[in-house]
């Protein structure tokens, strides 16, 4: 299935898919050291971004949050792509500057957890398993 979004920040990643229904924050809310979901209160606490292919609604926080993202790409802890219902402006401007393919206006509920999912350029195809 291929749904078509918005480019935040063009490019091509394809991974795991890690879903959730809630927004995500960065800053206080994933371990930029382990790409590690911190907070207490979200359903991925305890679970890895890295590499994955991050799939929430849309941001909150602090605009900290943009450098948290930045930091993590360069630990090599950072999700390899990023699709938004909503992207906001911490989680753009985190995408852009760390060059991770980031796209948005997609139904996320279409997506499950484990999906095999390929981001390009504003194009997300889930890919059979």
Request: proline letters at 4%; one cysteine or more; a positive charge.
């Amino acid at each position: 299935m291929e749904m078509k979004g918005r480019v935040i920040f063009k490019g091509k990643a394809e991974g795991e898919a890690l879903v959730t229904t809630q927004p995500i924050s960065f800053y206080g809310g994933v371990d930029p050291n382990t790409g590690e979901v911190i907070d207490k209160d979200h359903e991925l606490r305890g679970q890895s971004v890295k590499g994955k292919i991050l799939v929430f609604p849309t941001g909150k926080g602090s605009t900290v949050g943009s450098y948290t993202l930045y930091r993590m790409k360069k630990n090599g802890t950072a999700p390899s792509g990023i699709i938004n219902q909503e992207c906001e402006t911490i989680v753009a401007v985190g995408a852009i500057i760390s060059e991770i393919p980031c796209v948005d206006k997609i139904d996320i509920s279409k997506i499950k957890t484990s999906n095999r999912v390929r981001i390009d350029n504003g194009t997300v195809t889930l890919i059979k398993n």
